[in-house]
């Protein structure tokens, strides 16, 4: 008997990353914020994941993000912990703490509260580094999922983040 925790969709989204990272032979690591783990847990999953899951970083406060990710204080003090700027600084952050090949960082606001008009209920931040590219090269990039209730932003963020850790992905430049 198999008996799983999460979605289909996500489990599904999981697989494929788990799949196609293995047949590229990249090993991946996971900076979460918003998403609380959710992202690690759908890649754990799957039976096999230990081929290509390298680690993951749970950086809920400010403080585990500069502690454990090296985001400095003046990005978070300038730019805020919902941006680009920390996205890009979290995957950074998780590639020099590992042996992974790729890294992926997810910030936002998952809600009800904590919105703002600049940045509401629903707008994450992704960032993606791969390991030997250049700083600039990180790319980033600002969703707005709109208030689908915390469960429902935390889930959108989750795949988007996993679509974001298949070998093809792009994100757009930062936003």
Not at 14 to 43: D, F, H, M, P
Request: aromatic content about 4%; charged content about 20%.
């Amino acid at each position: 008997m198999t008996d799983y925790l999460l979605p289909e969709a996500l489990r599904e989204a999981a697989r494929a990353v788990v799949e196609a990272n293995r047949a590229a032979g990249r090993r991946i690591a996971v900076a979460e914020s918003c998403t609380g783990g959710l992202v690690s847990a759908a890649l754990t999953e799957i039976a096999g994941s230990s081929d290509v899951f390298e680690t993951s970083f749970v950086t809920y406060s400010n403080e585990a993000k500069m502690d454990l990710l090296s985001v400095s204080l003046d990005v978070l003090e300038t730019f805020g912990s919902v941006s680009v700027a920390v996205a890009w600084a979290m995957a950074q952050g998780a590639l020099a703490r590992s042996r992974a090949d790729v890294a992926v960082a997810i910030t936002g606001i998952a809600g009800p509260g904590g919105g703002s008009e600049k940045k509401p209920v629903g707008t994450v931040v992704f960032a993606r580094a791969e390991r030997d590219a250049a700083p600039d090269q990180v790319k980033a990039e600002r969703r707005e999922f709109g208030d689908l209730g915390r469960g429902g932003i935390r889930l959108q963020a989750a795949l988007c983040a996993l679509e974001l850790l298949m070998p093809e992905a792009s994100v757009a430049p930062g936003a």
